[in-house]
């Protein structure tokens, strides 16, 4: 079969070539691949990869859809069954899988990362980490769910949830992640601030109905104490880190909260304590979702409670160029790669 393998670190480490098929595990399905979409993990892996425990060379890709080519007698699914990928092989039985909180279990292996991904055409993946999906639903888009609709999922729906009427402020919607909570916030109810930059990234938020703030105009903080009558906001997502960190806290109403995910500009900013203390603000960590959330995400999905953004899709043989794309900074939505 063909696929995306990560051979050496670096742009020119990744190369579309042949390498076998993958044999199944017991409780393992084998699975065709229809579409997969890139992430910012898959651009750290090609580059650095440092602090993920693997090995090269290694199949890359974390979020996929296939249909079962081969499945174990006593299978909930069959052969043609249409599935997505819940991004994570899970042991099931510690303290977090018992839980329901199976992304921090103990000895999770997250696919493209620890383990063969799901850029190529065959992955034989864990029957627990497999979710149906109707065979109308658009394998291109759905795709694009796995890993920033879950990420945002959590980070909108988790540790505080927002309700309708809430107020939201979104660091860099242009980039996979935000942009997933951006529309899933506004699905829930919330009024949604956003912030970007460029006429083009500008113009496109507002004619989808957000609150668009342009971050190189000047400090974020005043304009969103500006459209919130001097309150601030309830909620700010951030996976931007050092470059934001300051004016996310600056942007919060009394009691608010900071949700990150991520840290592309550092991860050592001012931690602010005495504003943490004073307004008695919180800074909650997260990462992927439940099994639980996901069933929740894709029940919304394939509902039409919101509609992934894709800049681009390629073919299989040009899945490198997807990863450059990526980096693009014009880029805006989702970048897919088109495998069957």
Known sequence: MHALVLKTRGPEGAEVCETPRPALAPEQVLVRMLAASVNRVDLYMRDNGAGITHSLPQIMGVDGVGEVAEAPEGSAFAVGDRVILYPYEFCGT??????????????????????????????????????????DTDAAAAATVGVAYLTAWRMVFGKTPIAPGAQVLVQGAGGGVSYAAAQLARMAGARVIVTTTGATKLAHFRAQGFEAVDYAAGPVSKAVLALTGGEGVDLVVDNVGAATWDQSLRSLRRGGAVVTCGATTGSAPSADLQRMFIRQLSVHGSTMGSMAEFRQLIAAFEAGGFTPPIDEIFPLSRAAEALDRLGAPDRLGKVVIQIA
């Open 94 to 135: 510690c303290r977090y899988c018992l839980a329901g909180d199976q992304p921090l279990c103990t000895s999770a292996r997250i696919f493209g990362e620890h383990r063969d991904g799901t850029i190529a055409q065959y992955i034989a993946a864990p029957e627990v980490s497999l979710l149906p999906l109707s065979p």
